[in-house]
T-cell receptor
Framework: GQNIDQPTEMTATEGAIVQINCTYQ??????LFWYQQHAGEAPTFLSY??LDGLEEKGRFSSFLSRSKGYSYLLLKELQMKDSASYLC??????????WGAGTKLIIKP | GAVVSQHPSRVICKSGTSVKIECRSL??????MFWYRQFPKKSLMLMAT?????????EQGVEKDKFLINHASLTLSTLTVTSAHPEDSSFYIC?????????????FGPGTRLTVL
């Protein structure tokens, strides 16, 4: 079966750095997405990785290792507004998104 | 980025009535649209995938006669919840994607919160 694993919840301090991991086992791979979702709102796109390596975009970076079935989202200089759920999703061989359950990130002052 | 609108944002209806939710891609042609449902503190649950001009593909356990999906044009898909019941109360989110390979990313609408009394 297809499976995406990510931690259920993480806590970090304002101004610090946090890394949210995601491991996946899917039938085929056409890219991995990270989305941010605030409570009561729809997900918003953060990043897309299809090749191995690190993609940096401002305070957020996303890393992919296809051989390990592994990705992480790195958030730097954490702000209170970064408190949200972070969803990892993999595009499988049928171009269907397989979703992780999401990681709830709690930022403390 | 591409913009997807969804209407209405909130709807409250009586049990037994039908509710239609519209999803529109505003600045790109959405060859595929997806309908999701999300319960509080849970992840997204894909209900169905629709390609323009063809019948929607429903996920296992989703009643196609209850959740009617129409994707009549490249910019509009509708989800109709027929004979709604309180257990249908949920957050419904649509997303849209362009041609595969050209646009793999899904762009999400803002969601519709349905409350059935």
């Amino acid at each position: 079966g297809q499976n995406i694993d990510q931690p259920t919840e993480m806590t970090a301090t304002e101004g610090a750095i946090v890394q949210i991991n995601c491991t996946y086992q899917t039938s085929g791979f056409n890219g991995l997405f990270w989305y941010q979702q605030h409570a009561g709102e729809a997900p918003t796109f953060l990043s897309y990785n299809v090749l191995d390596g690190l993609e940096e975009k401002g305070r957020f970076s996303s890393f992919l290792s296809r051989s390990k079935g592994y990705s992480y989202l790195l958030l730097k200089e954490l702000q209170m507004k970064d408190s949200a759920s972070y969803l990892c999703a993999v595009l499988d061989s049928n171009y269907q998104l397989i979703w992780g359950a999401g990681t709830k990130l709690i930022i403390k002052p | 980025g591409a913009v997807v609108s969804q209407h209405p944002s909130r709807v409250i209806c009586k049990s037994g009535t039908s509710v239609k939710i519209e999803c529109r891609s505003l600045d790109f042609q959405a060859t595929t649209m997806f309908w999701y449902r999300q319960f509080p503190k849970k992840s997204l649950m894909l209900m169905a995938t629709s390609n323009e001009g063809s019948k929607a593909t429903y996920e296992q356990g989703v009643e196609k006669d209850k959740f009617l999906i129409n994707h009549a044009s490249l910019t509009l898909s509708t989800l109709t919840v027929t004979s709604a019941h309180p257990e249908d109360s949920s957050f419904y989110i649509c997303s849209a994607r362009g041609p595969v390979g050209d646009m793999n990313e899904q762009f999400f609408g803002p969601g519709t919160r349905l409350t059935v009394l």
